[in-house]
């Protein structure tokens, strides 16, 4: 069955009862399966130059500084443990992206049913080797910015350890937002005839305007999609305008459902619903059809 991630990230600009309601609206209007959020430990994340440096586009920063900028939009452990209680209370799988070793471990401390290695840290085997020995959940690991050889590397790394049967290894383009001519849904396809028989699923993870290739990344063998979740693209920072609005992630969680219910074999020469249009319509070999 495909499970539907609303990426929520930093897109809660810093405020608790943002993040609430956009879990609220993913849960209950959306019919969301994941809410996800985003966890840095950002002095250990950040060189001191790049902290203190600004912010690369200042109308989208929160700070004085691209570390003050960072900080802003971080939430607490205790915080993200009254996401997570509210995530349960409303229906809705709670998860968190984890970007440096010190953010693995408190967010593993919350035992969510799954924690998401970003693009940016896949290679960071420090961080996944201790979630390896010290977290039983799912490990999602996405794969934009990342070689084919250095893919095999992380599925590697896994089946050593034994644990590429909890890994959902995600198809990915890193871009905001990304050119259809660039999102190469083709590498779901790749990902799963190379590795599906070792990681547990293959998911994609979207970062493009519409919902039509997300359809398609179903169809090509994605059992994941994951989208970026807002609830206005107009919003202040450099995620909203590649998320998706509450009408947008309620139709592609509506469509992909549906589609999904729909790719499947006949299950047998003629269905039900067909035999009385057969009666009615078909012509045989001295029989008239009727109108």
């Known amino acids: 069955m495909v499970r539907i991630i609303a990426e ?6 810093g405020q608790l009862e943002i993040a609430k309601r956009l879990i609220s609206v993913a849960a209950s209007e959306c019919r969301a399966d994941v809410a996800k959020f985003q966890k840095r430990n950002n002095r250990e994340l950040l060189s001191p130059k790049q902290y203190s440096e600004p912010h690369p586009n200042p109308g989208n920063s929160y700070g004085d500084s691209y570390g003050a900028h960072r900080e802003a939009l971080e939430f607490t452990v205790d915080q993200h443990a009254e996401l997570k209680a509210f995530c349960e209370d409303k229906g809705i799988v709670y998860s968190t992206s984890v970007w440096d070793l010190t953010s693995a471990k408190e967010i593993a401390g919350l035992e969510p049913v799954l924690i998401k290695i970003p ?3 896949n290679l960071n085997f420090e961080l996944q080797g201790w979630l390896c020995e010290n977290y039983s959940g799912e490990i999602h690991v996405s794969t934009g910015m990342t070689t ?11 089946d050593e350890r034994g644990r590429a049967k909890d890994v959902v290894l995600y198809a990915c383009t890193s871009g905001y937002p990304v050119a259809f001519e660039d999102l190469c849904l083709r590498e779901v396809s790749r990902l799963k005839e190379a590795y599906g028989g ?9 970062h493009h305007l519409g919902i039509s290739a997300d359809i398609a990344a ?16 107009t919003w202040k920072g450099t995620d909203h305008a590649a998320s ?17 219910t729909a790719l499947t074999y006949k299950r047998k020469d003629l269905l039900d619903v067909e035999e009385e249009q057969r009666k009615k319509l078909k012509w045989r070999p001295g ?5």
């Not at 179903?218 to 693209?233: C, I, K, P, Q, Y």
């Open 8 to 13: 929520i990230g930093c897109n809660h600009m």
């Open 119 to 121: 693009s940016a840290t």
């Open 148 to 158: 084919r050889d250095e893919i095999g590397s992380i599925v590697d790394f896994y």
């Open 198 to 206: 070792r990681v547990k699923q293959i998911g994609f993870s979207g």
């Open 218 to 233: 179903l169809t090509l063998g994605a059992s994941w999609v994951e989208r970026h979740f807002t609830l206005d693209r």
């Open 244 to 260: 998706l609005e509450p009408d947008g992630l309620r139709r592609l969680c509506r469509d992909l459902r549906n589609v999904e």
């Open 287 to 291: 029989l008239r059809a009727s109108a």
